[in-house]
C-alpha cells in the first residue's frame, strides 16, 4: 500500500523552461511535505518543504504547491538548469510520529 | 557544520555472513533515523531512535536486522545472516527532534551489495 505515489518515473525539459514534478498522497493523517534531491552515489538532499496550513512555498527557483482536497503537492522549478538534473522524492509525515514516507522518486532530465 | 558521517560507503559480502554500518549524526540531533532504499524504490525506514531510545520499529526485519545507539549519539545498524534481498542503499539521517516540521537530513548512505 503504497500512501506517497510520484506517477511519474521520469520527466525531461529543456533548459531555462518549467519543470513540473508531481505527487499523490493518500494518508489524511499527513501534515507535512518534503522534496529530496538526489543525485547518483549521494544521499537525499533536502529541497523544500510545506506544512499543510499552506498551500505555497517559494524558495528561488523552487515553488511547492499543496492541494490539500486533491491529496496532491506539486513541485515547479523556474527556471530549469542542466545542474538540476536528478531523482526528486517527495516525502510525507504526519500523525504522533514524525517519520517520512516516500514516493519512488522522479528522474528529471534537463536537457542544454 | 558537518553533515551526517556514515562508513562504510560500500560493501559486498557473500549471502549469509554478517555487516554492520555506523552511523554519526549532525551534533546535537536527538532524533536518528536508518533507511533502506532498494533501487527504483523510495527510502524506507527502517528505524527510528529518540536519544538512545527506539521510538518506531516496525519495519525493521528483527530476524536479521538489528540497531542500537548506546550513548544516545553514535548507531549502528547490523544484518546478520545476510540475504540476497539486503542488496540497498542504507541511509542513516538525524533531525534536531522528533517534532514534525524539522528538517531531517541525510547522510551519503552505505551501498550493500549481497552476492
Known amino acids: 500500500d503504497q500512501q506517497v505515489k510520484q506517477n511519474s518515473p521520469s520527466l525531461s525539459v529543456q533548459e531555462g523552461r518549467i519543470s513540473i514534478l508531481n505527487c499523490d498522497y493518500t494518508?489524511?493523517?499527513?501534515?507535512?511535505f518534503l522534496w529530496y534531491k538526489k543525485y547518483p552515489a549521494e544521499g537525499p538532499t533536502f529541497l523544500i518543504s510545506?506544512?499543510?496550513?499552506?498551500d505555497k512555498n517559494e524558495d528561488g527557483r523552487f515553488t511547492v504547491f499543496l492541494n490539500k482536497s486533491a491529496k496532491h503537492l506539486s513541485l515547479h522549478i523556474v527556471p530549469s538548469q542542466p545542474g538540476d538534473s536528478a531523482v526528486y522524492f517527495c516525502?510525507?509525515?504526519?500523525?504522533?510520529?514524525?517519520?517520512?514516507?516516500f514516493g519512488k522518486g522522479t528522474l528529471l532530465t534537463v536537457n542544454p | 557544520e558537518a553533515g551526517v558521517a556514515q562508513s562504510p560507503r560500500y560493501k559486498i559480502i557473500e549471502k549469509r555472513q554478517s555487516v554492520a554500518f555506523w552511523c554519526n549524526p549532525i551534533?546535537?540531533?536527538?532524533?536518528l533515523y536508518w533507511y533502506q532504499q532498494i533501487l527504483g524504490q523510495g527510502p524506507k525506514l527502517l528505524i527510528q531512535?529518540?536519544?538512545?531510545?527506539?521510538?518506531?520499529d516496525s519495519q525493521l526485519p528483527k530476524d536479521r536486522f538489528s540497531a542500537e545507539r548506546l550513548k544516545g549519539v553514535d548507531s549502528t545498524l547490523k544484518i546478520q545472516p545476510a540475504k540476497l534481498e539486503d542488496s540497498a542503499v542504507y541511509l542513516c539521517?538525524?533531525?534536531?527532534?522528533?517534532?514534525?516540521?524539522?528538517?531531517?537530513?541525510f547522510g551519503e548512505g552505505s551501498w550493500l551489495t549481497v552476492v
Open positions: 494518508n489524511s493523517m499527513f501534515d507535512y
Open positions: 531512535f529518540q536519544n538512545n531510545g527506539v521510538v518506531d
Open positions: 510545506i506544512s499543510s496550513i499552506k
Open positions: 539521517a538525524s533531525s534536531l527532534s522528533e517534532r514534525s516540521g524539522n528538517t531531517i537530513y
Open positions: 516525502a510525507a509525515s504526519g500523525g504522533s510520529n514524525y517519520k517520512l514516507t
Open positions: 551534533s546535537g540531533h536527538a532524533t
